[in-house]
């Protein structure tokens, strides 16, 4: 198979394709709302031969298409959600569901997969079996945990499973990859110190939860700079710290709400110990008490060596060494599809989508997924699954 000839393959099913982007992102919906999504998703799919499952993760999709006899049996995700964000690209196709939008480029996602699906079922060069997994709920949603929770591979055994995400800055008709740590983990952690609230003029009398927190603040900023090995990646923020509301009174409590963040399971342990260790002290130094609501969010992202060396050197037949980074730097972001990887091995990759003017960043009410860049991720995506599936 001469790669210019699948690239013109692919190219007889993107104009169809980029009007289901379009569509889609016209029509944004949020996590596990994305009915029409999934309804567009599924009839699609059914109509070129997939075996189309619905429900898992409540709006997840999967369509699977078994061809030869081979054993093998590879999962390629999409995710579907959009974000709560008041669209403001002025384009012909923008979102016509005010405050929600496609600002993270599922849509073309959704759309890239989808390409690649009709592709692969009109030429049907793999022997094996093929999952395409639609998700529901990347933001925040957890719709990944909840596929699996619904038994997704034990229904659809997946020996090594991959997934894209846009990469606004990154040139068209490149992709990325990382070995190993690719995403943080994140964690959502609220604290509530209580004290004993009085009047202003005879602090004497109170037990200061504002001065505890304030002390609380800057102590958490040690953990990464004295706790945390140098060479080791954390982030601990704390983005929200709220206390008090009139200038003579001592209030009653105050609370803060911490993101952290780490790229590797024994720093975010270590992470959860101190700020739950110095959360106590610090409280109690003040003669206060500290309430932690410690709530584990999305895991470390990490990309199995061996099917990240394997996409890595399809993207290489694909695209030519020049357009393909094979070890970029990890990000503190996060990504739901490191519950999928707890699971079953395989890799997670950046899609170029442009960095040229006005290549916007995800979650930017600017932002939209590059068109041109769907016949890269779909041709990715079907020369993977020959690869794989030979
Ligand atoms: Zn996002
Ligand atoms: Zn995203």
């Known amino acids: 198979m001469q790669m210019n000839a699948l690239r013109e393959e692919i190219a007889t099913v993107l104009p169809e394709m980029i009007g289901v982007r379009h569509h889609i992102h016209q029509h944004p919906e ?4 994305e009915h029409a999504t999934s309804d567009l998703v599924a009839a699609r799919l059914a109509a070129w031969g997939y075996v189309v499952h619905r429900g898992l993760g409540g709006t997840g999709v999967v369509g699977q298409l078994r061809k030869g006899s081979g054993g093998k049996c590879i999962g390629i995700r999409a995710d579907m959600d959009a974000l709560p964000i008041i669209e403001a690209t002025g384009l012909p196709y923008a979102s016509q569901h005010h405050g929600k939008m496609h600002a993270c480029g599922h849509d073309g996602h959704t759309a890239t997969l989808l390409a690649a ?5 009109q030429t049907q060069r793999f022997n094996g079996t093929l999952n395409l997994i639609f998700q529901p709920a990347e933001e925040g949603g957890a719709g990944a945990r909840r596929m699996v929770e619904d038994g997704l591979f034990e229904r659809f055994p997946c020996d090594a499973i991959f997934a894209l995400h846009n990469a606004p ?3 068209l008709g490149t992709l990325a990859f990382r070995s190993g740590a690719a995403l943080a983990s994140a964690d959502n ?3 509530v110190i209580k004290g004993k609230g009085g009047h202003a003029a005879m602090p004497h009398f109170s037990h200061d939860p504002l001065v505890a927190g304030a002390s609380l603040v800057m102590a958490l900023q040690t953990i990464v700079s004295r706790n945390v ?3 080791d990646t954390a982030v601990v923020t704390v983005g929200v710290f709220q206390s008090g509301v009139a200038n003579n009174v001592i209030p009653a409590s105050a609370r803060l709400e911490l993101s952290v963040r780490a790229l590797s399971r024994e720093v975010r342990l270590q992470l959860k110990e101190r700020i739950h260790a110095l959360a106590a002290a ?5 003669n206060c008490s500290a309430e932690v609501d410690y709530r584990d969010g999305y895991p470390v992202l990490v990309n199995a060596p061996e099917e990240t060396a394997f996409a890595a050197s399809v993207a290489i037949e694909l695209l030519g060494a020049d357009k393909v980074e094979i070890d970029v730097p990890p990000v503190t972001g996060s990504e739901d599809f490191a519950f999928m990887l707890e699971h079953r091995p395989g890799c ?3 899609l170029g989508n442009g960095d040229g003017e006005g290549s916007c960043m995800v979650h930017n009410p600017g932002y939209d997924f590059n068109d041109d860049a769907m016949a890269t991720g779909a041709a990715f995506w079907s020369l993977l699954t020959e690869r794989f599936l030979r």
């Open 169 to 171: 800055g990154r040139p």
């Open 117 to 121: 699906a009709r592709h692969l079922a």
């Open 189 to 191: 952690v609220s604290i």
């Open 282 to 286: 610090q409280a109690q130094s003040y």
């Open 348 to 350: 997670y990759l950046f």
């Open 229 to 231: 090995n140098p060479l």
């Open 30 to 33: 949020l996590a596990y709302e």
